[in-house]
């Protein structure tokens, strides 16, 4: 991936083909959609929005073509390649022009609290979407003896979720692209920028008091809207815990646990909010400050 990095940065040409080619590839594996968005913030961090915007309409260009000969819709191109870039656009020239990591994360979550209030004002029916394409998924089981009615009850609690954890789970897919983009950037230039930008993640008490209002908010009221606003808030202070983490991991020298903790959040969703919560109160307690006057492990 890196040398498809560094192809990318030869030229106008070779962030054109790079950034089109991945998104075409997109349009079959989903997941290139990452690397795609990577390449995009690269290309804004190390040359400015100009570069990266002339990138992307040539792409954009390249992937409606292709949509159109495959799906007979030039649409559903164009909304890809929206969907994937126009995010990173704003958050890789944020980043490159405050060179802060913690504002930009603040300034996202701004972004994504507008997409949340958006999504259930002008798109209220989302849930029946999901509905009805989970229906087409399970049109058979009937046939295979389950119970329709105990299947009907589970999708719509499972739909309610999903649109709850919407916003906030595209929020993290393009934080984490972002600092894909960084990293990139940081290995291609032989510096540790990224990894020191990482680790003193801190999001502010002002940020943290506003994210403990809306758990409390939450608990008394109880409305979807609300659940997604905080979604996206903990999703956010997910990152600065997550920098704690490593942190704390640097300085006593422990780098094994951190194999574990990530195996814990992908099958303990409870350990995301968690570490989630660490991350708020880390802006009163400055656990990192405190790490400073302990000796580390090395040093024992």
């Not at 934080?175 to 990894?195: P, V």
């Not at 996206?232 to 704390?248: D, E, I, K, P, R």
């Not at 991991?249 to 570490?275: C, D, E, N």
């Amino acid at each position: 991936m890196l040398a498809i990095a560094r192809y990318s940065l030869k030229g106008p040409f070779h962030a054109s083909t790079v950034v089109g080619v991945l998104a075409i590839l997109s349009l079959f594996i989903p997941l290139i959609s990452v690397l795609g968005g990577a390449i995009v913030g690269l290309i804004i961090l190390t040359q400015g929005l100009l570069p990266g915007a002339r990138a992307l309409l040539i792409s954009l260009v390249g992937i409606t073509v292709v949509s159109y000969i495959v799906t007979q819709s030039a649409a559903l191109g164009i909304t890809i390649g929206l969907v994937q870039w126009v995010p990173m656009v704003i958050l890789a020239e944020i980043l490159r022009r405050t060179r802060s990591m913690s504002f930009t994360l603040v300034a996202g979550m701004g972004l994504a609290l507008v997409a949340v209030l958006a999504q259930y004002l002008f798109w209220p029916d989302i849930d029946k979407v999901w509905a009805e394409y989970l229906q087409q998924m399970f049109q058979g089981v009937e046939q295979q003896g389950m119970d329709m009615d105990q299947l009907q009850d589970g999708m719509q609690g499972l739909v309610r979720w999903m649109v709850i954890v919407l916003v906030g789970v595209m929020y993290s897919t393009f934080i984490g692209t972002l600092m894909a983009s960084r990293w990139f950037q940081a290995k291609i230039a032989d510096s540790a920028g990224f990894r020191e930008e990482f680790y003193s993640i801190k999001l502010g008490q002002g940020a943290a008091a506003v994210a403990l209002l809306f758990v409390a908010l939450s608990l008394i009221v109880k409305q979807d809207w609300l659940l997604a606003v905080l979604v996206v808030m903990l999703t956010t202070f997910l990152y600065q815990g997550l920098a704690l983490a490593h942190s704390w991991s640097k300085h006593r020298k422990k780098t094994g646990w951190l194999v574990l903790l990530y195996v814990m959040m992908v099958i303990f969703p409870q350990v995301l909010g968690a570490i989630a919560l660490l991350g708020v109160v880390d802006n009163w307690v400055d656990f990192r400050k405190k790490w400073q006057s302990i000796p580390s492990k090395i040093d024992e």
